[in-house]
């Protein structure tokens, strides 16, 4: 079966960096995604990796190990605005479809 | 560009009963999926429409079946509601072969 294990709750002030780890089981992987959503909200996409390696994109980095079936997602510079859930997604099968885990709940206080 | 858009917004059903629900997916995208979100959860795939056609399929009953138009828009049918059925139903497009979907905000689904 796949599965991805993340977190349930993250909490940090803010101006601070936060890590969120997920590690995964999935077969036919293709790579490792994550998407952020706001209470009530479309699930948002923030990064994508496909090969092992760390991708910047502005305060937000995100790492693949696929020898470690392993990723995380790095805020920097948390802002307030950065409350939300974040879900890491495994990309896999003929279709691309993605497997979310459960999501990480991450709470920015002042 | 417009993004992803869905109808309706919320809407409650008793147990048994049909559902629609329906989609227009972004300028440019071809590929429709679609996701069930339980309250508290992560999206589940249900199924994936490219060309008119089903691309892939989630751990879904029968009774979840799709259409996806020539204007690319798609529809969400289900049949015989049941409780669990309860959820926020997602709809997210993308041009083939791509990484990142673009979803809309969902139709919440209310089976009572």
């Known amino acids: 079966g796949q599965s991805l294990e993340q977190p349930s709750e993250v909490t940090a002030v803010e101006g601070a960096i936060v890590q969120i780890n997920c590690t995964y089981q999935?077969?036919?992987?293709?790579?490792l995604s994550w998407y952020q959503q706001h209470d009530g909200g479309a699930p948002t996409f923030l990064s994508y990796n496909g090969l092992d390696g760390l991708e910047e994109t502005g305060r937000f980095s995100s790492f693949l190990s696929r020898s470690d079936s392993y990723g995380y997602l790095l805020l920097q510079e948390l802002q307030m605005k950065d409350s939300a859930s974040y879900f890491c997604a495994a990309v896999s099968g003929s279709a691309r479809q993605l497997t979310f885990g459960s999501g990480t709940q991450l709470t920015v206080l002042p | 560009e417009t993004g992803v858009t869905q109808s309706p917004t919320h809407l409650i059903k008793t147990r048994g009963q049909q559902v629609t629900l329906r989609c227009s997916s972004q300028?440019?995208?071809?590929?429709v999926s679609w996701y069930q979100q339980a309250l508290g959860q992560g999206p589940q795939f249900i199924f994936q429409?490219?060309?008119?056609?089903?691309?892939g399929r989630g751990n879904f009953p029968p009774r979840f079946s799709g259409l996806q138009f020539p204007n690319y828009s798609s529809e969400l049918n289900v049949n015989a509601l049941e409780l669990d059925d309860s959820a926020l139903y997602l709809c997210?497009?993308?041009?083939?072969?791509?990484?990142?979907?673009?979803f809309g905000a969902g139709s919440r689904l209310t089976v009572l």
């Open positions: 999935t077969s036919g992987f293709y790579g």
């Open positions: 997210a497009s993308s041009p083939p072969g791509a990484n990142v979907l673009t």
């Open positions: 429409y490219y060309r008119e056609e089903e691309n």
């Open positions: 300028s440019g995208h071809n590929t």
